[in-house]
């Protein structure tokens, strides 16, 4: 079988494939020219979809496509196919996404970013810290990695909701709800965990209502997608104490634009899109798994629906 591969770091992913499957015909190139004229003779695609995406629209389409990322977005553009299988990376990004999420919640609790102004100013700092014992933690966004995150989370003790694309009773949730219970569970829970996709329904999800309805030491974590939020209507909340303070890894435009808000917002830390780098290995063993599906004519991990939209 041959397989295109399109990856910045395609040097490193043509390594592992041959050490993993060396019968599998890998093709990679780091001129896009060249990339475009192999595109036409690969069945088979993995890489980023901002480089495949630039593939589809120059004509060719593959039988299957495997994403190096868990977000799909530049693939689904308008105008672009869809007549081809699609496979998003899953399994992957549970640990490195909880870590992200575990060190701002305890940086919160113990003060860290706090300690460190008074360390600045010379001042002794005693002040106790406080534990996530007995914390609240909505997940808003259940899937695959909200699973993992809460997962990591329970051995400290906190108290785990949900939302989902429809209700339902899974451990080690209390309640896992749906999106129209979002607006009751922001008031009851201690942290706000965004893990939603990019889809129409997840737009503007996190506005000046929403963020109205939050408990005055809540705290805000968005590591799904930037469209979620209303970038203004955050930065207003934060200035009126409607939440205690927000961590944004993801944006609407990335970089920031310097003039952007988010750099000057009192109580928002910005983390530049940092929460879950896709390790290659583990990439390279799950796609190898799906192509011996794929072969078999098995179902694919991480299939995409294409009216989901993930």
Known sequence: MRVLIAEHDYP??????????PDLEVMSTGDSAELSRMAADCPVWLGQPDLLATLLRQGHTPQWLQSTWAGITPLLAEGLPREYRLTRAVGIFGQVMAEFVLTY?????????????????RKWDNRLGQSLAGRKALIVGAGDIGQSVAQFLLPFGVELYGIASAPRTQAPFVEVGALTDLDRLVGEVDYVINLLPNTP???DLFDVKLFAKFKPTGVFINVGRGVAVVDADLVEALKEGHLAGAVIDVCRQEPLPQRHP???AWGLLLTGHSSA????????RLFVDNVRAF????ALRGEVDFSRGY
């Open 262 to 264: 988010f750099w000057t």
């Open 295 to 298: 072969q078999a004519g098995e």
């Open 12 to 21: 490193l992913y043509t390594q592992l494939l041959g050490q993993i499957a």
């Open 201 to 203: 329904e997840t737009h």
């Open 105 to 121: 919640m305890l940086g919160h609790e113990r003060e860290v970013l706090a300690r460190l102004v008074s360390q600045v100013e």
């Open 277 to 284: 780098p896709t390790s290659p290995a583990a990439m390279v």
